[in-house]
């Protein structure tokens, strides 16, 4: 069972919608990532968080909005999506800092965007 | 070029027999590296790390070759329920994942 924890695990929205999705670790990790993964494709990197500071942001679009406002906690904001930003949103976690950590996935978000 | 290639099959196996799966990198510096395991609409789970030595984990072999940048993953007597996305995962330093493309192993009774 995976230690990363995400809600909801399902949401439609509309275009002019704003909602968020969370994710939760216990684990001690102080590396957190939000991933996109469309269909029959391989997870894509959106953001990676380092000691609760953003350090890498591939060039997403600002209606994605990352906060963490701790260690263990990591949140995408929406706003103002587009139906081709249906995907599932995979949050994961790594110990961070030193090279060769594993990362651990959440059971991931799937969002539809009507 | 692609920072991790992998070829995305599909392949077919009967049960029982041997598959190989092998997966290229472009960054000479990777530092670490790893095979995901992805079943359909779930999450990726980690199936192994990869070591320079390679390493066994019961049916499940990986080989890293630096020299020519691969990485590869034997699967012995297949089970159907190995039938899944491989991934290939590469990390190049400062929590910088590569994932490959997958590749779809189906175990056939």
């Known amino acids: 069972d995976t230690e990363v924890t995400q809600t909801p695990k399902h949401l439609v929205m509309g275009m002019t919608n704003k909602k968020s999705l969370k994710c939760e670790q216990h684990m001690g990790h102080r590396a957190m990532y939000w991933y996109k993964q469309k269909a029959k494709k391989p997870p894509e990197l959106m953001f990676v968080?380092?000691?609760?500071?953003?350090?890498i942001n591939e060039s997403v679009p600002s209606r994605f909005s990352p906060e963490c406002p701790n260690s263990s906690l990591l949140n995408l904001h929406l706003h103002a999506l587009q139906p081709e930003d249906s995907a599932l949103y995979l949050c994961a976690s790594s110990q961070g800092g030193a090279t060769g950590n594993t990362i651990y996935f959440g059971e991931g978000s799937w969002l539809t965007v009507v | 070029r692609k920072e991790v290639e992998q070829d995305p099959g599909p392949f077919n196996v009967p049960e029982g027999a041997t598959v190989a799966f092998n997966c290229t990198y472009s960054?000479?510096?990777?530092?670490?590296f790893f095979w995901y395991r992805q079943d359909c609409r779930k999450e990726p789970k980690l199936l192994m790390s990869?070591?320079?030595s390679g390493n066994e984990d019961g049916r499940f072999t990986a080989q890293l070759n630096r020299a020519s940048q691969y990485i590869s993953l034997l699967i012995r007597d297949s089970k159907l329920s190995d039938s899944a996305t491989y991934l290939c995962v590469v990390n190049t330093g400062a929590n910088n994942l590569f994932f490959g493309t997958g590749t779809r192993l189906t175990v056939i009774p």
């Open positions: 968080y380092s000691y609760e500071k953003l350090s």
């Open positions: 990869v070591y320079s």
């Open positions: 960054n000479s510096a990777s530092q670490s």
